[in-house]
């Protein structure tokens, strides 16, 4: 159940990331509800076991507004996975991964 989680939270936030960051996303917006609803179910029902990854950035902004657009600052992980994910699912027929990055002020290190 654990690991179902973890992998809830990254979803949570790399699909707010992707929409309230980018603007863009992959998925529909029932199944990043399903996920919202997911993550603050669990949270509620397991308060008192190891904390989640991310737990402040979650709980605050699905306790605010109960979805990622009260979130300002994003981890690097979250990001970075988030614009590799769009590049395969959208981009990566269409323009090289540097001019991907480049359309969304990003570059590689």
Known sequence: MIEFSQQKVRQYLVHSFLYYQLGESIISDMQYDQICVEVETYLRTNS???PLPYHDIITK???EDASGFSIRKYPEE???TAMHL???????KSMTFDAFLSRFGYSLL
Request: aromatic share 12%; hydrophobic share 30%; proline share 0%.
């Open 48 to 50: 008192n076991s190891n």
């Open 61 to 63: 902004s699905l306790a």
């Open 78 to 80: 979250i990001v970075s």
């Open 86 to 92: 769009l590049y395969q699912h959208n981009y990566r």
